[in-house]
């Protein structure tokens, strides 16, 4: 018998492109939303010295308790309303795994962060997806139009929202909130460079849970995500989480994270700065039309083919996000602001680029 892998695949994984990231080189990077400055010589030795204590040979510490229990003095919460994941995609993936009982499936606005739907149909959950607004803000009648009894059991939203940037409207939310049968999931990974959260609906809902990540504020490559809500909700979740998933070098560096804070946040600042700036210089050139952004990057549509843009840009080193996906990303892109002499270097080149 001959084998087939479709046969063997389930059909919305076999016929799903999945994620991307493509293999592109560049000397100036500013495609994954990533902080573009580095830990400072001393805090390097700092973290150097404090990953020499780890014990190689020994499992990590299963559940990092001793990290949940400072990130939760860190954000004012008790310890098991805290669950950590390797990424914010592991704890993604985790809620779509767990959350399918009498209510099921998975609601989305769109655009928005493509992981959501592919961990939810990865994971066997249906996916409705609903246009955002003009403005890129929730359409709450659409969206709550799609609901019924047994759906939802999530909600995803990114706010600010990847790729476009914005916040979306404290009301909406949580209007959101209060019809849906299932959970909304409020995704902050974003929310340090806009300076607003939406922390304090946790004491007013139950079914709210707040996701973030370090990834976007300088520790991208520990790979540490975590979510806070109900104690109820994180027990059922733990079930599903495999035992050592934070490594011993991710646990010791986000410690280290949230012990030098202060030096973190001088950076978020700097950037939110370069973002402004760089939200200006796009606005002069006239065949782009650049989106207010409150995340660490830029959102904005071309008046001409983006991916002749795209392959300008990428010849001259410097690696950004196409997003030419029509018909609600045509001819767009994203751009993650960096420092002053990568954001100057972009705007000299898109502001050699004429149409033809």
Sequence with gaps: M???????????????????TPEVAGEIKMDANENPFALSEPLKRILRERMRGIDFNRYPEAGAIELREKFARYFGVKKNMIMLGNG????IQILCMTMKG?????????????MYKIIAVNTGNTVVEVPLDRKFDLDVKSMTGRMRKDFPALIFLSSPNS??????????IEALIRKTPGIVVIDEAYARFSGQSQMALLKKYKNLIFLNTLSKLGMASIRVGFLIGNPEIIAQL?????PYNINSLSQVAARFFLDYDKEFSKQTKEIAQRRNELYRGLKEIKWITAYPSQANFIF??????SNRIYNRIIAEGIVVKNLNVP??????MRITAGNKKENDALLKVLKKITPE
């Excluded at 084998?3 to 994620?19: A, C, H, P, T, W």
């Excluded at 018909?327 to 767009?332: S, T």
């Design 163 to 172: 790729p476009t940037g914005n916040l979306f409207s404290s009301s909406r």
């Design 102 to 114: 009498k209510i099921k499936g998975v609601l989305v606005p769109v655009p928005t962060f493509s």
């Design 2 to 20: 001959t084998m087939k892998i479709r046969d063997l695949v389930e059909k919305n994984i076999f016929e799903q492109s999945g994620y991307v």
């Design 88 to 91: 914010s995609d592991e704890l």
């Design 238 to 242: 733990d079930k599903v989480r495999l």
């Design 300 to 305: 904005f549509s071309c008046a001409f083919d």
């Design 327 to 332: 018909p609600l990303m045509r001819n767009c």
